[in-house]
């Protein structure tokens, strides 16, 4: 194999070597793709294991490869123009070998591929058509199709394709011709429609090319100076019919596949695609007519449409003639019709029928309710169309109008007094008499019809009673439910239309127990019943619990809303059943029993208990989804924004009082967060409750550069929608009941940070220690929650990737609670130091921050989250990350880089679970739509192409759970690569 591989390789220098030389792929560039190559070709070429996404790989490479050389060489020569000087001759340059070669390879990959794997897949002929035709490769398409239609004779869509190619591209009539009757006579068991269809529209397509060859020739418009009498005397009739062959294939599709209406209904449609195709159109009508008109209805319809489509050309030239003027003017200096032209208009018997009498012979002839019902919608369509057509001409009406109505009239009393009129007929003759504002005998009709049939026979007739009747549709529903079955299916529909008819009335009779009954009736009645006309709203059973569930909500009704959704819930297997028939709309109603919780007036601690039980029961709904992981999420975080009691405070060897006289604090301060890696610093800062005192965050956030509002960031969007938060109106007091969780740095715009840092009351926490910062930057936390909302949570719980110690959190205004939980690596600290705690992996560690505190925090060490309680004042604070001691000489030169020596205010993904070393995270198939984070130092991931050709990302290292991931840095700013080359030339 090495050998082939190699022998392959060489055939390949002097078109690699040419490429070079030309300067449209580098040294490198070429050394990699023999390597590609090289990999390529022994993969293609194992003995026992051959896999087609090999094959298809290697093309799929090759095809880009040619799309770059396409690129560089226009490049180049562009170039080359621009270097000439002004009035210099280009020589033409032909295509040298470097440019033939990557097609050719491409092909030799494709024979190949087809000699392999052809046999048995089709898609790969249609695969390699596809490319031949992109590329303007004729002959070898002619090749590939002749290929496929001796492996694949019965593939319909090869016959067509091939014709096709034939026709369109190479032009021969002959050769499409004959490619389509092999295919018939090959496929003559399965009567195939498709090709019969395609060689009709194949001699219409022909026609239409030697008319536009004709006009041509003859130069336009010449070819029409010649008077009717010169054409009758030098035409002979037979000679006239250019679609004489198209009207042969039609006979013999139709002895073919003989008596289907539909089929040939499809030959008319395609001849209505093509001009001066009447005489054509008129012999398939006629066809329909003659041999299926007997017992078909569908056959007196089409019949029936294309008299009206004559009877549509013949007004519309009519009201043309009368705008040109009266009919003497036009009859001055008209010749009169040669005598063969008065002989084909008296020959045309079959045109002195018109719709209406077509209809009505074909009600007579075939007396069903099918035929009734077609007969009666058409007429009603043909009349409203001629109104429509005459209505600004009163005086010259269509006499048509009338006889229709007329018409009307008699078919629905013929069919009243028949046996098979039926709800369906009813209702169009209810609506007819609606038009003729005859609501009463409308309602009249409807409501013998409803009463005098069970309600399985009349349900659309009882729905239609209930929009028009006098009484109301409750009224009407009502009727129709006390008569229907309640074991039949048109019970529950009629139970779902009375719901709805009572919420967009307001009528709470009774309501509670209807909704009952759909509860309890839904579960046997699977699937689940979708109405078709919704007309009072409810098209389904979940449809109908929403829109309760909302009804109460907006009522203020929590004790009703809270059976609903608890039926729904947890007390039914609605939830379930909901769930499968729609995921979105259940995640609606959740997320309406929530707001159902939080707007009730019950005590926070009753609010938490039921909104705890919701989360639980709506994460089991969506188990195993992400959904269900968010319910998940919000379920603990509900059970840790409790009261102190439950959640274990920190340990008191950790919090501190502050005290200005203290000369030993600073020390203390060391100490403990030397060991514990987390301080709670009480009391620092004298901070009162106005906090623009000290800074306007308004006013700030206003007066920064564009780069550093761009760090805005809704951390938890409350109960307002992120795109109609704005900052400004966050930042001010304009809007008191506002909820939510953001942040923004302050770094690039150095003027606005030295001032907002001497404005604020501490520039560092406690100034008799030596604190170190990275960077010229300051966070900014605000959260808003007025009082009487729930606990407003912020980030899921995760650890920051940072190389720095800590950073310190000083409350200016409100209070923010934080919830830390030990990561394994700071118990693997604690226990390396000797620190004795009685900190685990599932211990969590509450801390309330009021006015005045500092926490700080290695979020590095300390999985944490937050939650800003219900309260008047916002809830603001500021941050710094910070060293402990001096960074070394490596980590104050990374720091005075500009890029990596700044903050940012991105999402970022992060681990859910503890990953090991070499997992495959996830690929480029299911990537979130995330910026990844970056790093010179602490990368644990990187981007890797795996055996199938795909991108993924590849852990480095260990990941913990809550851990950022992060990639390299890239040094790589080489512009000469092939995607930018590829956005160049999208751009072009």
């Not at 029928?353 to 002839?365: F, K």
């Not at 720091?895 to 999402?907: H, I, P, R, W």
């Amino acid at each position: 194999m090495a050998e082939e591989v190699q022998a392959a390789l060489d055939d390949m220098v002097p078109a690699l070597k040419d490429l070079q030389d030309r300067g449209v792929f580098t040294a490198d560039e070429i050394h990699q793709i023999v390597d590609r190559r090289r990999n390529s070709e022994y993969d293609i070429r194992r003995i026992n294991n051959r896999r087609k996404a090999d094959f298809l790989r290697y093309i799929k490479d090759e095809v880009n490869l040619e799309e770059l050389r396409k690129l560089r060489t226009k490049k180049i020569k562009e170039k080359e123009r621009e270097e000439r000087k002004e009035g210099e001759v280009g020589v033409a340059v032909e295509k040298s070998i470097g440019d033939r070669h990557i097609v050719h390879h491409i092909h030799n990959v494709w024979r190949k591929t087809l000699y392999k794997f052809g046999k048995s897949d089709v898609g790969l002929y249609l695969q390699y058509a596809d490319y031949c035709k992109e590329i303007q490769a004729h002959g070898a398409l002619s090749r590939i199709l002749a290929e496929a239609l001796q492996l694949f004779p019965h593939q319909e869509g090869l016959w067509i394709e091939a014709a096709s190619h034939e026709f369109f591209v190479l032009g021969s009539i002959q050769n499409a011709r004959v490619l389509m009757q092999q295919g018939i006579r090959a496929l003559a068991g399965s009567s195939p429609r498709d090709l019969w269809m395609q060689l009709f529209c194949l001699e219409l397509h022909f026609v239409e090319r030697m008319k536009a060859r004709k006009t041509i020739l003859q130069g336009g418009e010449a070819a029409n100076l010649k008077t009717e009498n010169e054409e009758d005397e030098k035409t002979d009739e037979s000679t006239m019919d250019p679609h004489k062959i198209a009207r042969l294939v039609y006979k013999n599709a139709v002895e073919s596949i003989p008596d289907n209406v539909k089929f040939r209904l499809d030959f008319w449609d395609q001849c209505r695609l093509f001009s001066e195709t009447e005489k054509l159109q008129r012999f398939i009508v006629d066809s329909i007519r003659n041999d299926l008109c007997k017992d078909n209805a569908e056959a007196w319809m089409a019949w029936a449409l294309y008299q009206w489509e004559q009877k549509r050309q013949e007004n519309a030239n009519t009201r043309n003639n009368q705008r040109d003027g009266s009919d003497e003017e036009e009859n001055e200096g008209v010749k009169e019709p040669s005598v063969k032209k008065q002989k084909m208009d008296a020959s045309k018997d079959d045109n002195s029928w018109s719709v209406l009498d077509i209809l009505r012979q074909a009600t007579e002839a075939l007396q069903t309710e099918e035929m009734y019902l077609k007969a009666v919608r058409m007429i009603t369509r043909y009349v409203a169309n001629l109104q429509e057509e005459w209505q600004n001409d009163e005086e010259n009406e269509d006499p048509d109008i009338s006889v229709g109505l007329e018409l009307l009239e008699s078919l629905f009393k013929e069919a009243g007094e028949s046996d098979f009129f039926s709800a369906e007929l009813v209702r169009e003759q209810a609506l007819f008499l609606q038009r003729l504002q005859r609501k009463d005998e409308s309602i009249e009709c409807l409501e013998k019809f409803a009463k005098s049939h069970p309600t399985k026979d009349s349900l659309k007739v009882w729905i239609h009673l209930a929009e028009i009747s006098e009484t109301g549709p409750v009224s009407v529903l009502t009727q129709a439910l006390a008569k229907a079955d309640m074991n039949h299916p048109s019970y529950y529909e009629v139970l779902l239309h009375l719901f709805g008819a009572k919420l967009q009335s307001n009528d709470d009779t009774e309501l509670m127990a209807l909704f009952q009954k759909i509860a309890l009736l839904t579960p046997g009645f699977l699937p689940i019943t979708e109405i078709e006309e919704p007309i009072f709203g409810v098209p389904h059973a979940l449809d109908a619990c929403m829109q309760f569930l909302q009804y109460l909500n907006d009522k203020a009704d929590t004790a009703h809303a809270r059976k609903v959704y608890r039926t729904v819930i947890y007390e039914s297997s609605l939830g379930k059943i909901f769930t499968d028939f729609s995921d979105d709309s259940m995640i609606t109603l959740v997320e309406q029993a929530v707001m159902t919780e939080q707007s009730s007036s019950d005590k926070r601690a009753v609010k938490r208990k039921n909104l705890v039980r919701l989360y639980e029961e709506a994460s089991k709904l969506f188990d195993g989804s992400e959904v269900g992981r968010k319910y998940q999420e919000r379920t603990r975080e509900e059970k840790l924004a409790g009261p102190s009691s439950e959640a274990p405070c920190l340990n008191p060897k950790i919090e501190m009082e502050y005290k200005s006289n203290g000369s030993s604090l600073g020390s203390l301060f060391k100490e403990t967060f030397r060991k514990y890696q987390v301080v709670h610093l009480k009391g620092r800062a004298n901070v009162g409750p106005d906090i623009s005192k000290w800074v306007n965050l308004r006013d700030l956030f206003q007066g920064m550069n564009k780069e550093d509002q761009a760090s805005w960031c809704i951390e938890t969007p409350g109960s307002q929608n992120e795109k109609t938060v704005q900052p400004c109106d966050f930042l001010g007091s304009s809007m008191p009941q506002m909820r939510g969780y953001c942040s923004f740095l302050v770094q690039k715009d150095k003027e606005a940070y030295e001032k907002t840092l001497g404005g604020l009351p501490l520039q560092t926490p406690l100034p008799e220690i030596q604190w170190y910062y990275p960077s010229a930057a300051l966070w900014v936390f605000v959260g808003r929650n007025p009082p009487e909302s729930l606990n407003l949570r912020g980030r899921p719980e995760h650890t920051d990737s940072i190389s720095n110690d800590g950073t310190w959190h000083l409350q200016l205004s409100g209070t923010k609670t934080w919830f830390l939980r030990p990561s394994p690596q700071l118990i693997a600290y604690l226990n390396q130091n000797g620190v004795s705690c009685h900190f685990n992996e599932s211990t969590r560690i509450r801390i309330d921050c009021k006015e005045g505190d500092i926490l700080c925090v290695n979020t590095r060490l300390w999985f944490h989250s937050t939650v800003i309680p219900a309260q008047k004042a916002k809830s603001v604070s500021y941050a710094r990350d910070f060293y402990c001691e001096k960074p070394s000489a490596t980590n104050e030169t990374e720091d005075a880089k500009g890029s990596k020596g700044e903050m940012t205010n991105l999402d970022g993904l992060y681990a859910t679970n503890d990953i090991g070393e070499g997992s495959v995270i996830f690929t480029e198939n299911d990537m979130p739509n995330c910026e990844l984070h970056r790093s010179s130092t602490n990368a644990n991931c990187e981007v890797v192409e795996l055996d199938d050709g795909t991108s993924a990302l590849v852990s480095l290292r260990p990941i913990n759970a809550g851990e950022f991931f992060c990639v390299a840095d890239s040094d790589d700013e080489d512009g000469a690569n092939y995607e930018e080359d590829m956005e160049e030339e999208e751009d072009e």
